[in-house]
Nanobody, 125 residues
Framework: QAQLVESGGGSVQPGGFLRLSCTAS????????MAWFRQAPGKEREGVAA????????HYADSVKGRFTISQDNAKNTVYLQMNSLKVEDTAMYYC??????????????????WGQGTQVTVSS
C-alpha cells in the first residue's frame, strides 16, 4: 500500500513562495507518475503539475506555468513543488498523488489512485 506524506504548506503574502514536499513509501517510485493537485472550497480538484519519475518529463497546468516547478529526488523518494509568485487564487488544499505511468506525466485526476492527506496553502495580504 502506497503512502504519500505532504509537507510545506503555510500562509504567505501575494508574491511570496513556498516549497511543498511529498515523500512516497511502499511504492515503486522509480517509474511512476507523481503529481500535485489542489482543491479550493466549493471547487473541483484540479491538476497543478506532474512528473514522470522514470524519465523526468513534466506537465503543468496553464495557470501555474512559469511560476511553479515540480522536481524529484530519487534518493529520498520525494517530489517537490516549488511555488513562486504566489497569487490569492493559488489558495487551496494541495494533494500529492502517485500511480503507474505511461511514460508521460499527466495531471488527469482519474489517473491516480494513491493520494496523500493534503497540505493547506493560503495566500493573502
Amino acid at each position: 500500500q502506497a503512502q504519500l506524506v505532504e509537507s510545506g504548506g503555510g500562509s504567505v503574502q501575494p508574491g511570496g513562495f513556498l516549497r511543498l514536499s511529498c515523500t512516497a513509501s511502499g511504492y515503486t517510485y522509480s517509474s511512476a507518475c507523481m503529481a500535485w493537485f489542489r482543491q479550493a472550497p466549493g471547487k473541483e480538484r484540479e491538476g497543478v503539475a506532474a512528473i514522470y519519475t522514470g524519465g523526468g518529463s513534466t506537465h503543468y497546468a496553464d495557470s501555474v506555468k512559469g511560476r511553479f516547478t515540480i522536481s524529484q529526488d530519487n534518493a529520498k523518494n520525494t517530489v517537490y513543488l516549488q511555488m513562486n509568485s504566489l497569487k490569492v487564487e493559488d489558495t487551496a488544499m494541495y494533494y500529492c498523488a502517485a500511480d503507474g505511468c505511461p511514460g508521460i506525466a499527466t495531471i488527469k485526476v482519474l489517473h491516480y489512485s494513491n493520494w496523500g492527506q493534503g497540505t493547506q496553502v493560503t495566500v493573502s495580504s
